[in-house]
């Protein structure tokens, strides 16, 4: 006998059509390109406009006490800049929060929401500020930051000072999330895509994809891991593999 459970779940959620425009708002570097870079390819690919945003400067991201940070900075930017071109995003806007350091101040809010009303996107993409046990303060601050800010950027009566219509996004998309409920499958050529823009980032390699990007068998490992995440995540909601979302409507 076939079993019912979860039977609600199968054919759902429905993923969203191909948005004009998009916005990711990330804390650093590769963090949009881990939680929704599959994603974002299809639907560059399909014609969206991408607007990558990058709170902080990426400056901690060494496990190397003698790390030079500012050099450190201007590598990640460009390995942000050549993930982005492989996802096909149109460009990249960082703000140069200190790595490490973010809170979610009016000031940063509001930084997030004027930038939300200049590239009007219809989805916007950040961090999931209200998952349990999520450790780093950046990625908790830049979620609060994205959904203030998408509040922010909507409402007629708000940043009256800066001269830019309100903005209403269609949906808030919000990655790693702890209450899942929306997917946007994972095929093929899309991961491809997704593992191909994460090893652009080749000074996170030690810290974040086991030296994937030096090694043959560590970038086979890391492959598996990233696959075996995106069939988890779909399992979930009783689908295939995929990027899965807490999804808001503004």
């Known amino acids: 006998m076939t079993s019912n459970v979860h039977a609600d779940l199968r054919d759902q959620p429905e993923p969203l059509a191909t948005p004009e425009r998009v916005m990711t708002i990330s804390a650093h570097p590769d963090d949009a390109e881990f939680g929704a870079g599959a994603t974002l390819a299809r639907w560059a690919s399909r014609g969206s406009h991408i607007t990558m945003l990058v709170v902080t400067d990426g400056s901690k991201g060494s496990w190397d006490q ?3 940070q500012a050099a450190l900075v201007a590598l990640r930017k460009h390995e ?3 993930a982005a071109s492989v996802l096909g ?3 990249v806007i960082h703000l140069d929060y200190v790595d490490g350091e973010l809170v979610n101040t009016p000031e940063l809010r509001r930084r997030v929401a004027i930038e939300i009303r200049k590239a009007k996107p219809n989805v916007v993409l950040s961090h999931d500020p209200w998952k349990r046990y999520e450790m780093h303060p950046d990625h908790r601050a830049t979620g609060w930051a994205a959904t203030d800010g998408v509040v922010s950027a909507r409402e007629p009566l708000a940043l009256t000072d800066v001269g830019i219509p309100a903005h ?4 808030l998309l919000l990655w790693s999330p702890d209450e899942a409920d929306h997917a946007e499958f994972v095929q093929a050529e899309w991961f491809e895509k ?6 652009c980032h080749t000074s996170q390699g030690k810290t974040t994809m086991g030296s994937a990007e030096a090694h043959g068998d560590a970038k086979a490992q890391f492959v598996s891991m990233v696959a075996d995440w995106h069939e988890r995540s779909g399992a979930r909601l009783g689908i295939a593999p995929s990027e899965v979302f807490k999804r808001l409507t503004p």
Do not use: G, M, T, V
């Not at 209403?168 to 949906?171: I, Q, V």
């Not at 997704?194 to 090893?199: F, G, N, P, R, V």
């Open 66 to 68: 003698a790390e030079d």
């Open 89 to 91: 995003a149109a460009s």
């Open 194 to 199: 997704k593992i191909e823009a994460l090893l």
């Open 168 to 171: 209403r996004p269609d949906a």
């Open 80 to 82: 942000q800049q050549n």
